[in-house]
Nanobody
């Protein structure tokens, strides 16, 4: 099994930046695509971004395109989510997840496509 540890959340002013990290242990990290999700209270879990296992192709939600960048360092078993130009509506808990997604990442935004989840890290953007 893969264990995931998300970190890097915190409090930042609107327009600021944060970098989230998702560190993995167990399993074969570079075989998994890694997704970032967020979930506000009372709302469904929303796909934010995903990076494919080996080739590194990426996907983004329309709401974060141009502001967030996902990357991975397979040597460190870590995926990063660089979040720039943060908005108050980005405030929520962020989760990372690992799954054996199809090469075209067609289901990247579906929580059910992932097999392993980390605990959340809270991002608070003050306006």
């Amino acid at each position: 099994d893969v264990q995931l540890q998300a970190s890097g959340g915190g409090l930042v002013q609107e327009g600021g930046s944060l970098r989230l990290s998702c560190a993995a242990s167990g399993g074969t990290f570079d075989e998994y695509s890694i997704g970032w999700f967020r979930q506000a209270p009372g709302k469904e879990r929303e796909g934010v971004s995903c990076i494919r296992s080996s080739v590194g192709s990426t996907r983004y939600a329309d709401s974060v395109k141009g502001r967030f960048t996902i990357s991975r360092d397979n040597a460190k078993n870590t995926v990063y989510l660089q979040m720039n130009s943060l908005k108050a509506e980005d405030t929520t808990v962020y989760y990372c997840a690992a799954g054996a997604l199809s090469p075209i990442l067609s289901s990247w935004a579906s929580p059910g496509a992932y097999d392993y989840w980390g605990q959340g890290t809270l991002v608070t953007v003050s306006s």
